[in-house]
Nanobody, 121 residues
Framework: QVQVVESGGGLVQPGGSLRLSCVASGTINRINAMAWYRQAPGKERELVALIASGGTTRYEDSVKGRFTITSDKAQKTVYLQMNSLKPEDTAVYYC???????????????WGQGTQVTDTS
C-alpha cells in the first residue's frame, strides 16, 4: 500500500554530478522524514543524508559540502544532488521514508529497491 521508488542512478566520471530522486506513494497520512542510504560491496548500509518534515537535514561526514538533500513535501519526493563524486561514492543508493498511513498510527520505515551509482574511474 506504500511504494518508495528511486531513480537517477547511473555511471558518472570522477568529479561529476548526479541527482537522485525518490517518490513515496500510496496510502500516506504523514511523512516524518526521508533519507538516503548507500551500501557498497562488502560494506554495511550507511546513512548518507536525511531531511525531516520540518526541513532539518543531516549528512554523513564524507559527503558534507558535496551532497545536498532537498524535498518537495507536496509531491512526497526527496532529491539527492551529488557533486564532486569520488570512487568511494560508488554504491547502491536506497531511499527510505518514515511515515504513517493513518492518523494516530505509529510511524514505520519503508524502503525503495535501490539505484546504482558507479564512478567510472
Amino acid at each position: 500500500q506504500v511504494q518508495v521508488v528511486e531513480s537517477g542512478g547511473g555511471l558518472v566520471q570522477p568529479g561529476g554530478s548526479l541527482r537522485l530522486s525518490c517518490v513515496a506513494s500510496g496510502t500516506i497520512n504523514r511523512i516524518n522524514a526521508m533519507a538516503w542510504y548507500r551500501q557498497a560491496p562488502g560494506k554495511e548500509r550507511e546513512l548518507v543524508a536525511l531531511i525531516a518534515s520540518g526541513g532539518t537535514t543531516r549528512y554523513e561526514d564524507s559527503v558534507k559540502g558535496r551532497f545536498t538533500i532537498t524535498s518537495d513535501k507536496a509531491q512526497k519526493t526527496v532529491y539527492l544532488q551529488m557533486n564532486s563524486l569520488k570512487p568511494e561514492d560508488t554504491a547502491v543508493y536506497y531511499c527510505s521514508a518514515g511515515l504513517n498511513m493513518y492518523t494516530g498510527e505509529r510511524y514505520m520505515l519503508y524502503w525503495g529497491q535501490g539505484t546504482q551509482v558507479t564512478d567510472t574511474s
